[in-house]
């Protein structure tokens, strides 16, 4: 209804959808069915909360973001299977579901990172700055081991619900299990194949009319290219650290500078293809090259 009314500016749309959220009110947190879905309601609620300026749409987005975290696995198992891979700060697609699946998380992580930036005018909830930025930047560092091949054969189930798994394929599996339950037991998914250009458009930042590429696993907004510097925004709190690194091809040859507030900022790695700072959240970044 919301996509209808910005395509349309037809208010009729924008009723339908305020009738729509009324389901929510009172539910607390049965709001979760799927997780997916729930981050995407969140937004939803956000957009309306901004079109309308109703502060009750923007209560019922939290009241979503609360049962995500609620069915979040706010710890790393280091046991059996679970040893081999980061499983901190996961989320469970249902709220009865016993593993993480590769799908609902990335729809997560696209919702949570989309209700990020899209926050970022209104006075956010302080512990959701601190909450949502850093599911992001975990939630990265587990993504690739959905892929069998990140992972040891013996972890992998021998018996499969739908069709089969072929270790080789880089397609992630439907799901992974901590402790000693093998992985992929549903299966490996195809739908799922796009987890990792999800990441890219959202993490890795192109320079417009330059050879490298920014990485940051926080989100940065308010993106402004001046000749041979480029300044953004970083979201977040500022209470918290997240990780910026400059990827440059071997056959070029460059001068960076790095500052935070006018202040140079030293890389904590450097290479000749690589700089790595860490930087705080809520913070102005300017990167001059020559």
């Given at each position: 209804m919301?996509?209808?009314?910005?395509?349309?500016?037809e208010?009729r749309?924008l009723h339908?959808?305020?009738k729509?959220v009324?389901?929510?009110?009172g539910?607390?947190?049965d709001?979760?069915?799927q997780?997916?879905?729930?981050?995407?309601?969140?937004g939803?609620l956000?957009?309306?909360?901004?079109?309308?300026?109703k502060?009750?749409y923007l209560?019922?987005?939290?009241?979503?973001?609360?049962?995500?975290?609620?069915?979040?696995?706010?710890?790393d198992?280091?046991?059996?299977?679970?040893k081999?891979?980061?499983?901190y700060?996961?989320?469970f697609?249902?709220?009865d579901a016993?593993?993480t699946?590769?799908?609902e998380?990335m729809?997560v992580?696209?919702?949570?990172?989309?209700?990020?930036?899209?926050?970022k005018a209104i006075d956010?909830l302080?512990s959701?700055?601190?909450l949502?930025?850093e599911?992001l930047k975990?939630?990265?560092?587990r993504?690739?081991y959905?892929?069998?091949t990140m992972?040891p054969e013996?972890?992998?189930?021998?018996e499969?619900?739908?069709g089969e798994?072929?270790?080789?394929?880089?397609?992630p599996?439907?799901?992974?299990?901590n402790?000693?339950?093998?992985?992929g037991?549903?299966g490996q998914?195809?739908y799922?194949?796009?987890?990792g250009?999800?990441?890219?458009?959202r993490?890795y930042?192109?320079?417009?009319n330059?050879e490298?590429?920014?990485?940051?696993?926080?989100?940065l907004v308010?993106?402004?290219k001046?000749?041979?510097?480029?300044?953004?925004?970083?979201l977040g709190?500022?209470s918290?650290?997240?990780?910026?690194?400059?990827l440059?091809?071997e056959k070029?040859?460059l001068?960076?500078?790095?500052?935070?507030?006018k202040?140079?900022?030293v890389p904590?790695a450097?290479t000749?293809?690589?700089l790595?700072?860490i930087?705080?959240a809520?913070?102005t970044?300017?990167i001059a090259w020559?």
């Open positions: 919301l996509l209808l009314f910005r395509l349309t500016n208010k749309y339908e959808a305020e729509a009324k389901k929510f009110v539910c607390g947190f709001i979760l069915y997780a997916n879905n729930t981050a995407f309601s969140a939803a956000l957009e309306l909360h901004k079109i309308t300026g502060q009750e209560d019922l987005s939290y009241a979503c973001l609360a049962c995500l975290f609620k069915n979040m696995q706010i710890w198992c280091q046991y059996g299977f679970g081999n891979y980061p499983n700060f996961s989320v697609p249902l709220n016993p593993y699946a590769a799908y998380e729809e992580y696209a919702g949570l990172s989309e209700y990020l930036i899209q926050s956010l302080p959701l700055k601190i949502i930025p599911f975990y939630a990265i560092s993504f690739p959905y892929y069998p992972l013996e972890m992998i189930s021998e499969v619900k739908t798994i072929v270790k080789e394929l880089w397609i599996l439907e799901d992974l299990y402790g000693w339950e093998k992985s037991q549903v998914e195809v799922g194949a796009g987890v250009f999800g990441v890219l458009t993490q930042h192109k320079i417009k330059e490298f590429l920014l990485f940051s696993d926080y989100p308010d993106m402004r001046s000749k041979q510097t480029v300044t953004f925004n970083v709190s500022a918290f650290e997240c990780n910026l690194k400059i440059i091809p070029v040859k001068k960076i500078e790095v500052s935070i507030h202040n140079t900022i904590i450097k000749a293809d690589l790595e700072y930087i705080p809520e913070s970044v300017k020559h």
